[in-house]
């Protein structure tokens, strides 16, 4: 069978989607985005074939999933560790190419010592965030979980050697991150199965309290079928590993497009894509918001899932996840933490500029003035969504059924004003739809146009010869 590949090269992730012939999803990649465009896109590729293979392993024993409980687990489980597997060598890596970096510095007898010790910490800190957190699903990138726990670290160490810590850290991430490593699924598929088993009997051997009595009766179901799910998967992985995933056309769309290595003719603008991705999802969708990193966009849509017009603001970051990101990194936070401290608001404070630099300014005057953080967040939550909607209210306004895209589709927050906004102002009738693979829309509609451009060829040869 032969597939249909779309990538998303945005400004801060690039996603891919792999479609078989029938358009349904079968494998999706994502990374962050890096300086050199080619590799994010080759990675994010990379990682739509990896999740192929499960999708296709998965429907060989898709007897077992639907009849028992603990293959679905299993697969999941086996998904995160083979996402782990990566994320360990690739740590492995950058901890060699610090400590090389941290010898050649002036400091090195002692910030060589210091260093390899924070990294041994680091190794077994997340090794079991990353397994107990099921990162592995949840699209966490590798520079992202490092330097969170890496500046945990170095807040806890002598200030005076702070510079010199993050200097090789910054240093090191680069040329590792933009690695591209081949690995052999097979082959990391039993080592993946291995590593799930010594988990298992890990979190088993802890004590009660810490695992909850349902959990800990399917880890059991788990491990006392553990050799019968070996048997059945082992059976299989061998035809699934050697299958040829052949991508019969691609197509690339996104903020970073032009930069893509594709031929002129598979390039198609984010806006085409979105709006096809999000109406092949939900075919009643007449109104697309995407919210990407770098721009908003306001797409009404006909019937097919076309584009009849549009608003987009892409002039400044205010307003996309670049803007939350800055917030983010105002208050010390996470981007995944925002929307639940931002749920936790008793009132929106009002913000008066939606200007990176100026909200930035204001944000930590309101600080000072002893206003609660989540307060100050709502209220910039809040301005997001008004800019948002007054996109929506220059392109048409929203009619029939709404589609939230991108990103910032998963911030809860973010998510509860929107809503509000198209209910109040819409009516109360209005469904709103936002899918769980809201981020990856625009690949979507990427590999379906490569679909669409590969089915409208062989209808013109067929005519042709007729």
Known sequence: MNYYLGIDLGSTTSKAVIVNEHGQVVGRGITNTRANYEIAAEIAKQQAIYNARFTLLKEKVGKHLITKKEY??????????????????????????????????????????????????????????????????????????????????????????????????????????????????????????????????????????????????????????????????????????????????????????????????????????????AHAIFPKTRTVLDIGGQDTKAIQVDEYGMVTSFHMNDRCAAGCGRYLGYIANEFGLSLNELGPLTMQASRETNICSTCTVFAGAEVRELLNMGEKKENILAGLHKAIVTRAMSLIARSGGVRNEFTFTGGVARNQAIVKYVSEFVHNNYGKDITINIHTDSIFMGALGGALFALKNIKAELDTKKVKAS
């Open 72 to 277: 679905q687990k299993f697969f999941n489980d086996l998904e995160n560790v083979f996402q782990y597997l990566q994320f360990k060598n690739r740590f492995e890596k950058l901890s060699q190419e610090m400590i090389r970096q941290s010898e050649q510095s002036k400091e090195s007898k002692v910030l060589t010592p210091i260093l390899s010790q924070i990294l041994k910490d680091l190794e077994k800190e997340l090794s079991k965030k990353y397994l107990s957190e099921n990162l592995g699903n949840k699209n966490q990138f590798f520079r992202d979980i490092v330097s969170e726990k890496y500046n945990e670290k170095l807040d806890q160490c002598d200030k005076k050697y702070f510079e010199a810590l993050m200097n090789v850290f910054d240093k090191s991430i680069n040329p590792v991150e933009n690695e591209i490593v081949e690995y052999d699924f097979q082959q990391l598929i039993h080592e993946g199965i291995t590593t799930l088993k010594d988990h298992y009997n890990e979190l088993l051997n802890s004590e009660v309290d810490e695992i909850a009595s349902d959990f800990r009766s399917e880890l059991e179901l788990l491990a006392g079928n553990y050799n019968e799910l070996k048997d059945d998967l082992l059976s299989h992985i061998e035809n699934v590993a050697k299958e040829n995933i052949v991508i019969a056309n691609m197509v690339g769309t996104g903020y970073g497009r032009a930069l893509l290595p594709f031929p002129q003719e598979c390039i198609r603008s984010e806006i085409l894509c979105h709006a096809f991705g």
